[in-house]
C-alpha cells in the first residue's frame, strides 16, 4: 500500500450513505459520485489516503469543484457536542429540556427520581416524518440545486422547517439529522485497495457467494492456521544457458534443498484467498519503499500498463524522471518481441535498493529454459479448470492470463497448474509434449514471428515441467484452501504432499464438507487403524500408506493429521457513542464460514501402542500368540 | 526446558519463522502429548547437563518417557516412541556413582531381561545392547524403545506456542490476534508497536506477520514488532523467550511505562505503521502517538518541560497508521474511543469476536445398539417405536390369552395367583424392552463399523467463551500541510478532464455509449478489410 494515491491505482470511495465506490483513478479524467456531486481525479491523486474530502462549491470562472480536507474536529463536532453536555451518560438533556413541560404528567415518561426531569420521552408522539416537513420536494430540489456549503445548508434547512422537531426525542432528533447528513452531505473518503477493504466491499456489496462468504475473520483465521508468513529471500535456479538445439535434458532440474517457504493453494474464491495470502507473504504488491515519491511513482507506472495515453498527459516536468520513464519503456518493448522471462530480469532491476536515474545495463536475455519463479516464498495453485479463476488479482494490477505481463512481484512467486498436471502429468500435452528443437541457421532463417513463438513455447515447457516437477516433489510448508471441492478429495491428493509438521487449513461457507473431512480423523477410526482392525493395511509400508488411495471406510490415512478441529468466529460490530453505545441492529446473515485445522504427522514404522489402555491389549494380545503378559505388570 | 540458551548456539533464524525439515539441537519444539496437551521443550544433545538419566534429557509425561535423543533430527509432526527410562533408581545412582556405574550397569540387563519376550522390538534392543558397551563410556546410554506410549513433535508456531503457553494470563488467542493483524495490516516489513507484551503469544504472531528477513547492515529496516512492557517480571521472562527463540532482532523489547514516557526508541522515532495497545487505560498512552504535539487537552499528561524538546512522531510519516487497543470493559472503549476522536482518529470502529469451536461426532441412536459410551438407547424413529410398541403389545396379548395347552398350570394358580401373574406380565414387557436381543443387535453392529455408524454431528465445546475484549480500531491519516497540497496541485493540475470515471447521469452515459459502439463499429469494419485483404493473398 502506498502513502498517497498513485495514478491509475484502484481506490475506495466512501460515500456519505454508506455506499463504497471502487475505481480505477486515472490522471485528468472526472469522478462522478452521483448525487454527491463530481470532481476531477487530479485533486485526488497525490493526496494521502483515509483523508475525508469535501465537495466544494464550483468557483466563479471554474468548471469543477475543488476539494476541501475536513478536519476531524468538523467530523466529530456532533459527538464532542454531545460529550460537552453537563452529563451524558443520560442522553442529551439539553435538546430535551424544552419539551420537558409537554410531557409532564405522561405516566410513560422515565422520569429521574432525583432530579424529577424526564430522561426519556415515550414515542408514543412519534409522527410520520414526511406530514411534518414543511418543505416541499420541489423546494429541496431547488436548495440542492444551488444549495451552497456541500449540502449543509440543505440539512440545516430541512431541520429548521421541520415542525415537530421539538417534540422528537433526542434519539430520533439524532437518527433525523443523521438521515438527512447521508443523504446530501457532500463529502466522500478515499480509502486503498487491499485485502480487508476489498473483501469487504465484495462481500457487503457485491457479490459474497463469488468469495464464498469469506469474512475478514476468517481470511484472518485461515492464514494465521495455515501459518502463511514470509517464506524467505528469493532464491532462482541458474540459468542453464540452453541452445536452442538442446531438448528437455537442458531443463534445469529441481533442487528440492532450495525448495522453502512454498504454500499449496485451492482457490475457488476468484482469487482473493491468494491476494490475501500473498499479502501476507510480502508479494502482492510492488516492494515498499522508503524513498521519495519520484521511486514510487515510477514503480506505480511500470504496475500499470495500457494506460499509456494517461500516462503520457500526467505531467513530468523533471528530466530525471522522464529519463527514468523512458527507460522503463524498454523492458515493455522487448516483452512486445514474444519474451515474458524478460520478468525475472525486470523483477531484479526491482530487487535493487533503488533503481536511480543513471542507464542501466541490460542484462544479457536469459535463455529459453531459465526458471523465472523464486525457489522459496512461493505460492502454487492447483486449479480445477484449464485456466486457474484468479480475477480479482486485477485490482493489484496483476493479470494471471496476460502472457506479456510488465514487472510484478506474483510474477515470480505465484505457480499455477491444474490437477491434471499435478496428479497425471503424463497425459497432459503441454508437460508431455517435448520441446522443440532447431539449429541456429534454420532459426535465422524464419520469420521473427515464427521464431518467437518458437522459443515462446520452449519457455512455456520449461516453466510448466519446473511448476510440474516442484509441485510434485511435495515437502510443501502448508496447504490452504476455500474450495467448493469436497475436501476429502483434495486432501487425499495434497496431504502426501505436505512436510512434516505442516497446517492445513481449509475454509468451508458451510460446515458439512468438514465435519465429513474431521469424521475421517476421528479416534475411532484411528484407533482401528492402528490397532490392526484394518486388514487392507497390513502389510503396506510408510511410505505406502503415506499415499493411500482410500476405501470407502477409510476415504483418508487418520494417522497423516494430527489436532483436527473445526472453528468459526464472528466479528460483532458496535456503535459507540457517548450514551449510546450497543451493538450494532443489524449485520450480514448467509453462511457463517468455518475452517478446519490440523497438522502433518509422520506416522512411527511400524505398529505403536497408546500408553494405558492394558485391557485392550491384553484382549488382543489372546489373539496374538507371542503375548506381552509378562510386561503388563510393570 | 528453561534458563536462558547460550547465545552462540541459537540457530540463525527463529524456528518459529523458519524451522527447517528437521528437528535440531538447541532448539524449541512442541511435544503433543494428546490432543489439546502441548508442552514446549527446548532440544538438548545428550552431552549437555541433565538431570541424570542415562539416556541425557529426557520429558517424561504420562505417556512415557522421552529422551531429547530420540527426539532430535527427525521430521517435523513425527510420532515418536516412549522409551524405556529408570526413573526410579536415579538417585541412588547418583550416590552410588561414588563407586562408579556399577548401579546402573545392574539395573540395564535386568530391564532387558523383562523384555526378551517382546516381538518386535527385540532387534532394537539387540541393537541397544549392543551399543550398550561403547555409550556407557561416554556416560550416555541409548534409548530403548517402550513397548507403548508416543507423542507427536510438532514445530514452534505461533498458533502452537499459544495453545501452550505455560503462563495463562493475558494471553490474546488465536481468533482475536489474527482478526487483529488482519485489520492492522501487518505485512512484512511493517513496524508495529505493541503496547503491554504479556504473555507474548500476540508478540509471536506480529513477528511471524512483519518478517521479511533479519535486518541486515545494507538494509537496516526490516519488519520489526517494537513491544513493551512494564511489568518487571513479564519483561524478563519475555526477554528471555525471545532470545531463545530466536527473535530478539524482529522484536525490539523495552520495559518501560508508556502512559509517561512515551514509545520512542531513545528518543528516535520507530517509524510505526500500526499500533496494538493492550492496556488497562489506552486513552492515557493516546496522545502520545500523535503525528504533531497534541493541544493541551492532554498537556497534563505529558509531563513538564515538554516544550523544548522538539516534537518526534512514532508514526510513520509517510503512511496513515492502524491501531487497534484491546480492552474487557466497556467504560474503557468509551473513554478510549472519545479520546481517539479529539487527536483525530478517523474511521472508529469497535467489535468483538465471538469464536467458536466445534467438535464432531457419531450420534448413534437406536434400540438394538450394543450398550456403549454415547449411545442413546431409545428409538431411531417413529418406525422403530412403532415396532417395538407393537411387539409389546403381542407379547402382552399373547400371556394374557388363556392357554389351552398349559391348562394345567392355570389351574394350578387359580386365584391366588392373579398377582403373580401380573408381575409375570411386567417381567415379559420387561424382558421384551431390554435390549438383550442379542442376535438382532449383532448384524446391524457387525455389517457397520463404529467409526461409520450413527449420524455425523458437530456440537461446540462444553465451555465457550463469549466475551475476551473489545477492540477498537481506528486510523491516523498521513499529515498533510498546505505546501503538500500545493506540491501535489502543482504535478496534478485539474482542468483538462476528459472521461467520467464512476457514476454519470442519463446524457454523458449515453454519449460515451454512442461513442464505444463508433469505436467498435470502426474496429469491426478495419478487422474484415484486413481479413479479406489476408483470404485474398492466401487465395493467390
Given amino acids: 500500500m502506498h502513502s498517497v494515491v498513485r495514478p491509475n491505482a484502484w481506490v475506495a470511495v466512501k460515500l456519505p450513505s454508506g455506499i463504497t465506490r471502487v475505481l480505477q483513478v486515472a490522471p485528468n479524467t472526472t469522478i462522478s459520485l452521483g448525487k454527491y456531486g463530481a470532481f476531477p481525479a487530479n485533486l485526488i491523486l497525490g493526496r494521502p489516503y483515509h483523508l475525508t474530502f469535501e465537495l466544494e462549491d464550483r468557483r466563479p470562472g471554474e468548471t469543477f469543484s475543488r476539494l476541501r480536507v475536513v478536519p476531524p474536529s468538523e467530523l466529530y463536532a456532533e459527538v464532542f457536542a454531545d460529550e460537552e453536555a453537563p452529563s451524558c451518560s443520560t442522553p442529551a438533556p439539553g435538546t430535551t429540556e424544552a419539551v420537558i413541560t409537554a410531557a409532564d404528567g405522561d405516566e410513560f415518561s422515565l422520569v429521574d427520581a432525583d432530579s424529577g426531569k424526564v430522561v426519556v420521552r415515550p414515542n408514543n408522539e412519534t409522527i410520520d416524518d414526511t406530514a411534518r416537513q414543511t418543505l416541499t420536494q420541489e423546494e429541496i430540489e431547488e436548495l440542492k440545486r444551488d444549495g451552497n456549503n456541500a449540502g449543509k445548508d440543505v440539512i440545516a434547512r430541512l431541520l429548521l422547517s421541520h415542525t415537530a422537531l421539538d417534540q422528537k426525542t433526542s434519539f430520533s432528533l439524532a437518527k433525523y439529522k443523521l438521515l438527512k447528513t447521508k443523504k446530501y452531505i457532500r463529502r466522500f473518503q478515499v480509502l486503498p485497495i487491499d485485502v480487508p477493504n476489498f473483501s469487504t466491499w465484495q462481500l457487503e456489496e457485491r457479490d459474497a457467494s463469488k468469495i464464498l462468504d469469506l469474512r475478514a475473520e476468517m481470511m484472518g483465521l485461515v492464514g494465521c492456521w495455515g501459518n502463511v508468513h514470509y517464506g524467505g529471500e528469493d532464491v532462482y535456479l541458474d540459468d542453464p544457458k540452453a541452445t536452442s538445439e538442446q531438448g528437455h535434458e537442458a531443463c534445469p532440474t529441481v533442487q528440492e534443498e532450495l525448495l522453502k517457504g512454498r504454500w499449496l493453494v485451492v482457490d475457488d474464491t476468484c482469487g482473493l484467498l491468494v491476494a490475501a495470502l500473498a499479502e501476507r507473504m510480502g508479494v502482492l504488491s510492488p516492494e515498499e519503499t522508503d524513498s521519495d515519491d519520484e521511486a514510487e511513482v515510477k514503480s506505480e507506472d511500470k504496475a500499470t500498463d495500457g494506460a499509456e495515453t494517461a500516462k503520457d498527459s500526467a505531467p513530468t516536468d523533471e528530466n530525471i524522471k522522464k529519463e527514468v520513464v523512458d527507460d522503463d519503456e524498454e523492458p515493455k518493448e522487448t516483452t512486445r518481441q514474444g519474451s515474458d522471462t524478460e520478468m525475472a530480469d525486470a523483477q531484479d532491476e526491482d530487487q535493487k535498493p533503488k533503481a536511480d536515474a543513471k542507464p542501466k545495463h541490460q542484462s544479457p536475455r536469459a535463455s529459453d529454459f531459465a526458471i523465472p519463479f523464486s525457489q522459496t516464498n512461493t505460492i502454487t495453485v492447483v486449479h480445477g479448470a484449464s485456466q486457474p479463476n484468479l480475477s480479482f488479482l486485477n485490482y493489484w494490477g496483476f493479470d494471471v492470463t496476460s502472457p506479456n505481463h510488465p514487472p510484478h512481484p506474483l510474477l515470480n512467486h505465484l505457480l499455477t497448474l491444474t490437477w491434471l498436471q499435478l496428479l497425471k502429468p503424463e497425459l497432459d500435452t503441454s508437460y508431455s509434449t517435448p520441446p522443440l528443437t532447431a539449429s541456429s541457421e534454420t532459426l535465422s532463417s524464419w520469420k521473427p514471428s515464427r521464431r518467437g513463438n518458437f522459443h515462446r513455447k520452449r519457455r512455456r515447457y520449461a516453466r510448466i515441467h519446473h511448476i510440474v516437477d516442484t509441485a510434485r516433489a511435495g515437502n510443501f510448508s502448508g496447504l490452504v484452501c476455500a474450495s467448493t471441492m469436497d475436501p476429502i478429495s483434495i486432501m487425499k491428493h495434497a496431504l502426501p504432499l505436505l512436510a512434516g509438521g505442516a497446517p492445513v487449513s481449509i475454509y468451508s461457507p458451510t460446515i458439512e464438507p468438514l465435519t465429513t473431512l474431521a469424521d475421517c480423523f476421528s479416534v475411532n477410526r484411528r484407533t482401528a487403524w492402528t490397532s490392526g482392525a484394518v486388514p487392507e493395511i497390513a502389510d503396506k509400508s510408510n511410505e505406502e500408506l503415506e499415499h493411500w488411495v482410500g476405501t470407502e471406510q477409510f476415504p483418508l490415512n487418520p494417522t497423516l493429521l494430527l489436532g483436527t478441529s473445526i472453528q468459526t468466529s464472528r466479528a460483532r460490530r458496535w456503535q459507540v457513542l457517548p450514551g449510546r453505545t450497543h451493538p450494532l441492529m443489524t449485520e450480514r446473515g448467509g453462511s457463517d464460514g468455518f475452517i478446519f485445522t490440523g497438522w502433518r504427522a509422520k506416522p512411527a514404522e511400524g505398529k505403536v501402542a497408546a500408553k494405558g489402555k492394558f485391557k485392550r491389549r491384553k484382549l488382543e494380545d489372546d489373539s496374538a500368540p507371542q503375548s506381552e503378559a509378562a510386561e503388563t505388570p510393570a | ?540
Fill in chain 2, 1 to 540: 526446558m528453561t534458563g536462558a540458551m547460550d547465545p552462540t548456539t541459537r540457530p540463525k533464524v527463529s524456528p518459529f519463522l523458519e524451522p527447517g525439515p528437521l528437528t535440531k539441537v538447541n532448539s524449541l519444539a512442541i511435544l503433543q502429548l494428546s490432543r489439546d496437551n502441548l508442552q514446549p521443550v527446548y532440544l538438548k544433545s545428550p552431552a549437555d547437563e541433565h538431570d541424570g538419566y542415562a539416556e541425557g534429557a529426557v520429558v517424561n509425561t504420562r505417556y512415557g518417557s522421552f529422551p531429547h535423543s530420540t527426539m532430535i533430527g527427525v521430521p517435523w509432526g513425527s510420532q515418536i516412541r516412549a522409551s524405556k527410562v529408570d526413573t526410579g533408581s536415579r538417585g541412588r545412582k547418583r550416590k552410588r556413582q561414588l563407586d562408579g556405574d556399577a548401579g546402573r550397569d545392574a539395573a540395564s540387563p535386568n530391564e532387558n531381561e523383562n523384555d526378551n519376550d517382546n516381538g518386535h522390538e527385540a532387534e532394537a534392543e539387540a541393537e541397544a545392547r549392543d551399543t550398550d558397551g561403547p555409550a556407557a563410556s561416554n556416560g550416555i546410554k541409548e534409548a530403548v524403545a517402550d513397548t507403548s506410549g508416543f507423542i507427536h513433535i510438532l514445530p514452534p508456531i505461533p498458533e502452537i506456542w499459544t495453545m501452550s503457553l505455560p503462563h495463562r494470563t493475558q494471553v490474546v488467542y488465536t481468533p482475536d490476534y489474527s482478526y487483529v493483524l488482519h485489520r492492522l495490516r501487518a505485512r512484512p516489513g511493517a513496524v508495529i508497536i505493541e503496547a503491554g507484551a504479556g504473555s507474548g503469544s500476540f508478540t509471536h504472531a506480529a513477528a511471524r506477520a512483519v518478517y521479511n528477513g533479519y535486518p541486515t547492515a545494507t538494509c537496516p529496516r526490516k519488519g520489526k514488532v517494537v513491544s513493551f512492557e512494564y511489568h518487571e517480571q513479564r519483561y524478563h521472562k519475555m526477554s528471555v523467550e525471545l532470545s531463545e527463540h530466536g527473535l530478539e532482532e524482529i522484536v525490539h523489547l523495552t520495559h518501560r511505562d508508556v502512559y509517561k514516557d512515551g514509545f520512542l526508541l531513545d528518543g528516535k522515532s520507530p517509524e510505526a505503521d500500526a499500533i496494538f495497545l493492550d492496556l488497562p487505560a489506552p486513552w492515557d498512552a493516546l496522545h502520545h502517538l500523535s503525528r504533531r504535539r497534541p493541544a493541551q487537552a492532554v498537556a497534563g499528561a505529558s509531563s513538564s518541560g515538554g516544550d523544548e524538546v522538539p516534537w518526534v512522531s512514532v508514526l510513520n510519516r509517510k503512511r496513515s497508521a492502524y491501531i487497534c487497543t484491546f480492552s474487557p470493559c466497556i467504560e474503557q472503549v468509551t473513554k478510549t474511543v472519545s479520546a481517539m476522536r479529539r487527536l483525530g482518529w478517523v474511521d472508529i470502529e469497535m467489535v468483538e469476536i465471538a469464536h467458536r469451536k466445534l467438535h464432531t461426532a457419531r450420534d448413534r441412536v437406536g434400540l438394538n445398539l450394543a450398550i456403549d459410551r454415547g449411545v442413546n438407547n431409545s428409538a431411531r424413529d417413529v418406525d422403530e417405536a412403532m415396532a417395538r410398541l407393537t411387539e409389546i403389545e403381542d407379547r402382552f396379548r399373547e400371556h394374557s390369552r388363556p392357554k389351552g395347552g398349559a391348562g394345567g398350570s392355570a389351574a394350578a394358580g387359580g386365584d391366588v395367583d392373579d398377582m403373580d401373574e401380573d408381575d409375570d406380565d411386567k417381567a415379559a414387557v420387561a424382558a421384551a424392552e431390554a435390549p438383550t436381543d442379542g442376535d438382532a443387535s449383532s448384524p446391524a453392529s457387525s455389517s457397520i463399523p463404529s467409526w461409520m455408524d450413527g449420524r455425523l454431528v458437530a456440537r461446540g465445546e462444553a465451555e465457550i467463551k463469549t466475551h475476551t475484549s473489545y477492540l477498537v480500531f481506528a486510523v491516523l491519516p498521513r499529515e498533510w500541510t498546505a505546501e503538500d497540497e500545493a506540491a501535489a496541485a502543482e504535478k496534478y493540475p485539474c482542468g483538462a478532464e476528459k472521461k467520467i470515471v464512476g457514476s454519470m447521469d442519463k446524457a454523458a452515459r449515453k454519449k460515451e455509449r454512442r461513442e464505444l459502439l463508433a469505436a467498435q463499429q470502426g474496429n469491426r469494419k478495419a478487422r474484415r478489410k484486413a481479413r479479406d485483404e489476408k483470404m485474398g493473398e492466401g487465395a493467390l
